[in-house]
């Protein structure tokens, strides 16, 4: 390392440098392991997708759903439920993601690079997953309730009465939550470092 013209340098103590023209020491390894990182990314992702679908169906299983007969009435509450549903979404996907996230963050111990891009990218993909799973699970119900009151199924008609998430901002609710345990763990890490 040169220094410029006319800096004077701190004396240092005898044998903490080494003899001018000796090589140098190299520098300390990147704390890092990237191709470990890399596998953490990958596979916690897929764990996310996977606890996506585990989410969809609980969603699926204890969300309100439209009343087909309220439909054929034209009746002035009936997409009432809709938005119970995209809520009960929110808090179904937040919950999975905190226990999916502690599981993960403890099995890794030393969450890093990876982890947070398993838990915001797997969060987003496992909300989008749940979603997904919610909607077949319970479109073989909505196709059976309107011919069970007389609708002929079309398009239209089943894009206004399906069980999808409504309001897409209740999605970013599990990868907020996931970093957010990311981050709780990093701080216990840090401290225990101390």
């Given amino acids: 390392m040169t220094t410029p013209y006319g800096t004077v340098l701190a004396p240092q103590p005898y044998g903490t440098q080494p003899p001018w023209g000796w090589p140098q020491a190299p520098?300390?390894?990147?704390?890092?392991?990237?191709?470990?990182?890399?596998?953490?990314?990958?596979?916690?992702?897929?764990?996310?997708?996977?606890?996506?679908?585990?989410?969809?169906?609980?969603?699926?299983?204890?969300?309100?759903?439209?009343?087909?007969?309220?439909?054929?009435?034209?009746?002035?509450?009936?997409?009432?439920?809709?938005?119970?549903?995209?809520?009960?979404?929110l808090l179904i996907t937040m919950l999975v993601g905190l226990v999916a996230a502690v599981g993960l963050c403890l099995f890794i111990r030393r969450p890093g690079p990876g982890a947070a891009v398993a838990l915001a990218g797997g969060g987003l993909l496992g909300a989008l997953v749940a979603d997904r799973v919610g909607f077949v699970a319970e479109q073989h119900a909505a196709v059976a309730g309107l011919h069970a009151i007389g609708f002929r199924v079309t398009g239209d008609i089943v894009t206004l009465v399906d069980f999808r998430v409504h309001a897409l901002g209740v999605i970013a609710g599990w990868p907020l939550v996931a970093l957010a345990v990311l981050g709780i763990f990093v701080g216990i890490d840090a401290l225990r470092g101390r």
């Fill in 27 to 89: 520098p300390p390894p990147d704390p890092v392991n990237w191709p470990v990182e890399v596998i953490v990314a990958v596979v916690g992702t897929v764990y996310m997708a996977l606890a996506g679908a585990v989410a969809g169906l609980l969603w699926d299983a204890t969300a309100p759903k439209l009343s087909f007969r309220d439909v054929a009435n034209s009746a002035s509450q009936t997409f009432r439920p809709q938005i119970g549903a995209d809520a009960w979404f």
